[in-house]
């Protein structure tokens, strides 16, 4: 992971991004198609137009990343990905997030991560991390990665929106991620959730519901 320094005033509102809901409208994912899943499932989605390219399915581990179709912005790269593990235990949502920040940080020249969210999600354990890398040893670039983790029943879930960023502001006075566009992630992001339709703890969204997301 990689990405500039940013003075107090920037980081703050970078953070500050995340914990507001921006005033333009966030990405939002499609209704659910029939037949719902039965079990404990990720109700996720995509951003419009964006598309796959790679998926996994293991015993182990259920992946897929998207990116976008038509990128804004030919010197960086902007990914999303979904992932479901098994194990036993299940980790828990902070400790596996901290863990992770830690360990990125050996491969960051300039390295930060900060808690937006910690708590429960439709009754499930939930944490959300952002990730700021000033440069990758390895790309030279920087990168901005904001993941949510998700403690279920059944399975762990990942989900991970990172952008590397080529060009960055040298006085490091601006957020590497406008305000605006930083905080329709966090929307995007608390539209994630997991659900199970056999337990009445955990409900699931109504698929006639025009607000429901998958």
Same mark, same amino acid.
């Given at each position: 992971?990689? *990405?500039p320094?940013?003075n107090?005033?920037?980081?703050?509102?970078?953070?500050?991004?995340?914990?507001?809901?921006?005033?333009?409208?966030a990405?939002?994912?499609?209704k659910?198609?029939?037949?719902?899943p039965t +079990? @404990?499932?990720l109700?996720?989605a !995509?951003p419009? +137009?964006w598309?796959?390219?790679?998926?996994?399915d293991?015993?182990? %581990?259920?992946?897929?990343?998207? $990116?976008?179709?038509? !990128?804004r912005?030919?010197?960086?790269?902007?990914t999303?990905?979904?992932?479901s593990l098994t =194990?036993?235990? %299940?980790?828990d !949502? *902070?400790?596996?997030? &901290?863990?992770? =920040? #830690?360990?990125?940080? #050996?491969?960051?020249? =300039?390295? /930060?991560?900060? /808690?937006?969210?910690? =708590?429960?999600e439709n009754n499930?354990?939930?944490?959300?991390?952002?990730?700021?890398c000033?440069?990758?040893l390895?790309?030279?670039?920087? @990168?901005v990665?904001? *993941?949510?983790?998700i403690q279920?029943?059944d399975y762990f879930?990942?989900?991970?929106?990172?952008?590397?960023?080529?060009?960055?502001?040298p006085?490091? &006075?601006?957020p590497? *991620?406008p305000?605006?566009?930083m905080?329709?992630?966090?929307?995007?992001?608390r539209g994630?959730?997991?659900c199970?339709?056999? $337990?009445e703890d955990?409900?699931?969204?109504?698929p #006639? #519901?025009?607000?429901?997301?998958s």
């Amino acid at each position: 992971m990689g *990405i500039p320094k940013m003075n107090k005033v920037s980081l703050t509102a970078l953070i500050l991004a995340l914990s507001c809901c921006a005033d333009t409208e966030a990405p939002s994912a499609p209704k659910q198609s029939a037949p719902p899943p039965t +079990g @404990e499932h990720l109700v996720a989605a !995509p951003p419009e +137009g964006w598309l796959r390219t790679s998926q996994t399915d293991t015993a182990g %581990l259920r992946m897929t990343e998207f $990116v976008p179709a038509d !990128p804004r912005d030919a010197e960086g790269r902007e990914t999303l990905s979904f992932e479901s593990l098994t =194990g036993d235990p %299940l980790p828990d !949502p *902070i400790e596996f997030l &901290t863990t992770m =920040g #830690d360990g990125a940080s #050996d491969s960051c020249e =300039g390295f /930060n991560h900060y /808690n937006t969210f910690s =708590g429960l999600e439709n009754n499930y354990p939930t944490s959300v991390r952002l990730f700021v890398c000033d440069r990758n040893l390895e790309t030279d670039q920087g @990168e901005v990665t904001l *993941i949510k983790a998700i403690q279920g029943s059944d399975y762990f879930y990942v989900i991970t929106r990172t952008r590397q960023i080529v060009q960055l502001d040298p006085e490091h &006075t601006a957020p590497p *991620i406008p305000d605006e566009e930083m905080a329709a992630w966090s929307l995007y992001m608390r539209g994630i959730s997991v659900c199970d339709p056999r $337990v009445e703890d955990h409900p699931c969204p109504d698929p #006639d #519901d025009d607000d429901a997301q998958s």
